[in-house]
């Protein structure tokens, strides 16, 4: 079993900033996606920010120009720098990675973060 570790949320003004990390619990073999999903109470999970291994990006509409994703792949890990924060912004942050491991086989996991939350005040 692959495990997520994140850090990084907290609280801070609107317009301020924050760099959100995740990392696997263990050595992977291969890591294809990246991602950044937020999710605000009574809502569904939204897609905030994803990283492919050849370092395609993509980001919601809502946060395009404030947030940027990026990967270590040494460090088997992925940020996401928040900046101009909106009291929108808002919200439990999940980390997401879809890969592969070896232990005594190849086993594919998509495993998540256990959520870090993000909070704006106006």
């Known amino acids: 079993q692959v495990q997520l570790v994140e850090s990084g949320g907290g609280l801070v003004q609107a317009g301020g900033s924050l760099r959100l990390s995740c990392t696997t619990s263990k050595r992977v073999f291969n890591i294809n996606v990246m991602g950044w999903y937020r999710q605000v109470s009574g809502k569904q999970r939204e897609l905030v920010a994803t990283i492919a291994s050849g370092g395609a990006t993509n980001y919601a509409d809502s946060v395009k120009g404030r947030f940027t994703i990026s990967r270590d792949n040494a460090k088997n890990t992925v940020y996401l720098q928040l900046s101009s924060l909106k009291p929108e912004d808002t919200a439990t942050y999940y980390c997401?990675?879809?890969?592969?491991?070896?232990?005594?086989?190849?086993?594919?996991?998509?495993?998540w973060g256990q959520g870090t939350q993000v909070t704006v005040s106006s």
């Open positions: 997401n990675v879809i890969g592969s491991y070896y232990s005594g086989r190849y086993y594919d996991f998509d495993a």
